[in-house]
């Protein structure tokens, strides 16, 4: 019995230490930058996985997403995102003051 509570507390300090609230952040909370990396890090992922299995097609893909063409298109992704970004953020704000003048009487 005795045992079986110390591995309890044990396992509870070992998953509050490695999990700390302090550190998560909300999606309303996260930086610009740190949503637009998402797709960055996902395309890594995947080329690093072709790369393991066959480089020549892991070239074919870094060639081609270095096309000019395709420069063009993920530059005018992030310029879009990054807009629509800013007007999510303007929104939240905007609720976040109704919410609190309104609902709360702040």
Known sequence: MLQSRALVIALILLLSTTLPEVQSKSIFEKDRRELLAIPETIASYFYEAVNKVSPKVSQFLLDTVQSPTVIAA?????????????????????????????????
């Open 74 to 106: 993920r530059q005018r992704i992030a310029k879009e995102t990054t807009k629509v970004s800013i007007m999510f953020e303007q929104l939240i704000e905007k609720i976040k003051n109704l919410w609190y003048t309104r609902v709360l009487g702040y």
